[in-house]
């Protein structure tokens, strides 16, 4: 039998023309989104909301929305950590509500969240 690594043409070639359409954030974004989410995990409604006005501010690229890129990841922190006033204020924010965030309130047995899911959509 032979092995896999001999069916493979390693000499073949690709006319597939590869372009960068990644949009790069803003300088400072990174250090932001941390700050929301170490917020977002200490229950720090003020210190998020903050955090957000920063995202608002910076200058993105035509169609990104830096908000909510930055917000899914601190929704799920902050529902896993059960900080409902942190989850509700994301939520107003626009960030939207994604299966895995449904799934640890409900693990969570986290009712107060899971009707706020269902207010905001």
Do not use: W
């Amino acid at each position: 039998m032979d092995s896999i690594l001999e069916q493979l043409d390693f000499d073949a070639t690709c006319d597939l023309i590869l372009t960068n359409d990644a949009q790069i954030p803003p300088p400072g974004y990174y250090d932001v989104v941390v700050q929301v989410e170490e917020a977002a995990a200490q229950g720090k409604l003020l210190a998020v909301m903050e955090a957000f006005a920063t995202l608002r501010c910076m200058k993105a690229e035509p169609g990104q929305c830096l908000t909510i890129s930055a917000g899914s990841c601190s929704l799920y922190i902050a529902v896993k950590n059960g900080r409902k006033e942190v989850v509700e204020s994301l939520l107003a924010e626009g960030v939207p509500v994604g299966p895995n965030h449904a799934m640890v309130a409900t693990l969570n047995k986290d009712t107060a969240v899971l009707e706020l899911f269902l207010k905001y959509g």
